[in-house]
């Protein structure tokens, strides 16, 4: 089993942030409003849960609290430094699908098929679970669709990446 000693620190980050890239770049992605945008907001957490349960030490490595911390200081300037919201979208989706690519290819060269496999459901999962968690161009609830163009287009671009 692979386990976070086998990466240089520079590696981890990149294991460590995709998962974070990918909510950010589905919640971004529609046009969920306040509620929605809460609601994606709260989706990640079922998941990073499922797998603080699982039996991959890989991914739970990932998904402690201070992995998830820091993750996230990592990439909060990457938003604040793409200036208006389309930009933001662009850059995010980038990032997400960058970042997820090379982390499946750093998990083929020093990781088990099993841990490649089980990265690759992690972030399809993740990105599907923010994606469904609202609907996209409701009004208090009503009409909308449950997955946005724009995320269903992103969704098929990170399943491709990660492929």
């Known amino acids: ?3 976070k000693a086998d990466f240089s620190a520079a590696e981890w ?9 990918v909510v950010l770049a ?14 994606e907001a709260f ?8 797998v603080l ?5 890989l991914l739970k490595a990932i998904c402690q609290h201070d992995e998830l911390k820091a ?17 933001i979208q662009a850059t995010l989706r980038k990032a ?15 990781g088990t098929p099993e841990d490649v496999a089980a990265y690759r459901d992690f972030l399809v999962k993740l990105g ?4 469904n968690a609202a609907k996209e161009g409701a009004f208090l609830g009503f009409g909308g669709e449950r997955v946005s163009e724009h995320e269903r287009s992103l969704l098929a671009e990170l399943a491709q990446a990660v492929a």
């Not at 957490?45 to 499922?50: H, I, L, P, T």
């Open 1 to 3: 089993m692979t386990t």
């Open 13 to 21: 980050e990149t294991l460590r942030d995709a998962p974070n890239l």
């Open 26 to 39: 589905v919640a971004t992605a529609g046009a969920s409003g306040i509620f929605g945008s809460i609601a």
């Open 43 to 50: 989706a990640p957490s079922g998941v990073f849960y499922d």
């Open 53 to 57: 349960k699982g039996n991959n030490d």
């Open 71 to 87: 993750s996230t200081e990592s990439i909060k300037g990457l938003a604040k430094s793409s200036g208006d919201f389309t930009s």
């Open 96 to 110: 997400a699908t960058d970042q997820s690519k090379a982390a499946v290819e750093l998990l083929k060269q020093k």
């Open 128 to 131: 599907d679970k923010v994606a």
